[in-house]
Every structure is written in C-alpha cells, then in structure tokens.
C-alpha cells in the first residue's frame, strides 16, 4: 500500500527566509503526487502536482517541488516566505483506484 | 459561488443523534470524495464515489453512511453519532480537466462537527 511520511509536524521560520517542507512516499509503482495547503479556517487548495515531465514542479504563491525517484522524496520549498505563508501544508499521493492518501501534515510558521 | 459547498459549516450534536452532512458541487465531475481530518493525523478517506451507482468504503467507514443523490449531491450521514466522531469533515470532488488528468481533488470549505 502506498504512504505519505511528513516527519516534520511543524516547521518555525522567520519571513523572508527559505524553507523546506520534506515528504518521503512508499510505492511500488509510478506516482503522482500532490501538495496541498490549508489556510486558517478554509478548506484544502492544490499548490502543486506531478503526474509525468520535468522533475522540477512549479506551483502557486512561489512554491516548487523536486520529485526525486530514486529517494522517493517530493520536498517542497520556497526561497522566501511571508506571513501569508503560515498555514498546515499536506503532501499526498494518488493510489490506484485514484485515492489520495495524505500525510499527517507540517505546520509552516512564519513569524516576523 | 464555490464549486465545492457543503452544509452545515458547523454542527453541534449530541451522543446517539443522527446526522446528515451535504456537499453539492457544480464542477460537473463524476467523482466525489468524503474525509476527514484529525489533528496530526491529517485526512482520511471515509468513502468514495466514482459515478452515482457506485459508491466505495474508504479507510475508516464504520460508523458512517452516504447517499449519492445525483451526480451533483453526494451525503454523508452518521446513523448514531459517538464522541470520537468528533473532526472536521471535507468533500472533494474530481474529474477530467483541460489538461485530461483527473486526478487533482477539489475540496470544500469543510464541516466542523462536534459530538457531545
């Protein structure tokens, strides 16, 4: 079956500064993989995918990922955060039958 | 409008009530999805539905029903709600998009409930 880890369940960081949020997936078969951020109060919204192409993803508010097969890792990453940043980031991946399933989450604060 | 609603924002309910959670979605997509989310266990799917005949348990199902109305309405209903039941529930929908995939999941705003 396949799994999501986000080992980190909250990551400090002061504004401006860059940040990465790690995920590791386990699967047997190719992937597609996702990042989700959930603002305060609000449901989930798409930051980013991977279905096929480049390794290099790019996503909304100057986020990007690497898919990186060989670790089996998809970090995400910005080079500067803002306040506005400060929400919980989910990273999941599509089983077969496509299901999301999603790690436990990393809570991004961004503090003056 | 939203693409994805779901009613009630929040309910508080009692040990033993039945209740019902609703989502409608005017993205015109055949799949629908019913999560929900813990603290530090992030979402977890409860069932799913890829066309109004089918309807799928997710991970954790017991305890919960749905209905699959219309392609539009699909409901999640607790038949005698438990305190453990206690989340934050959300609704998603997918389908085919411009780019062909369909595989990007479109959430709702969620439904807090609370289970005294």
């Known amino acids: 079956a396949q799994s999501v880890t986000q080992l980190d369940s909250q990551v400090p960081v002061f504004e401006e500064a860059p940040v990465e949020l790690r995920c590791n997936y386990s699967s047997s078969v190719s992937v597609y993989l996702f990042w989700y951020v959930q603002y305060p109060n609000q449901g989930l919204q798409l930051l980013l995918k991977y279905l096929s192409g480049s390794t290099l993803v790019k996503g909304i508010n100057g986020f990007e990922a690497e898919f990186n097969k060989s670790q089996t890792s998809f970090h995400l990453r910005k080079p500067s955060v803002h306040i506005s940043d400060t929400a919980e980031y989910f990273c999941?991946?599509?089983?077969?039958?496509?299901?999301?399933?999603f790690g436990t989450g990393t809570r991004l604060l961004v503090s003056p | 409008d939203a693409d994805v609603t779901q009613t009630p924002r929040n309910r508080i309910t009692k040990t033993g009530k039945r209740i019902m959670l609703e989502c409608s979605q005017t993205k015109g997509h055949d799949r629908m999805y019913w999560y929900r989310q813990d603290p530090g266990l992030g979402l977890r799917l409860i069932y799913y539905s890829f066309d109004v005949k089918d309807i799928n348990k997710g991970e954790i199902s017991d305890g919960y029903s749905v209905s699959r109305q219309a392609q539009a309405k699909f409901s999640l209903s607790l038949e005698s709600a438990i305190p453990n039941q206690t989340a934050l529930y959300f609704c998603?929908?997918?389908?085919?998009?411009?780019?062909?995939?369909?595989?990007?999941?479109?959430f709702g705003p969620g439904t807090r409930l609370t289970v005294t």
């Open positions: 998603a929908t997918s389908g085919k998009d411009r780019e062909g995939s369909s595989y990007e999941q479109y």
């Open positions: 999941a991946v599509i089983t077969g039958f496509q299901k999301l399933v």
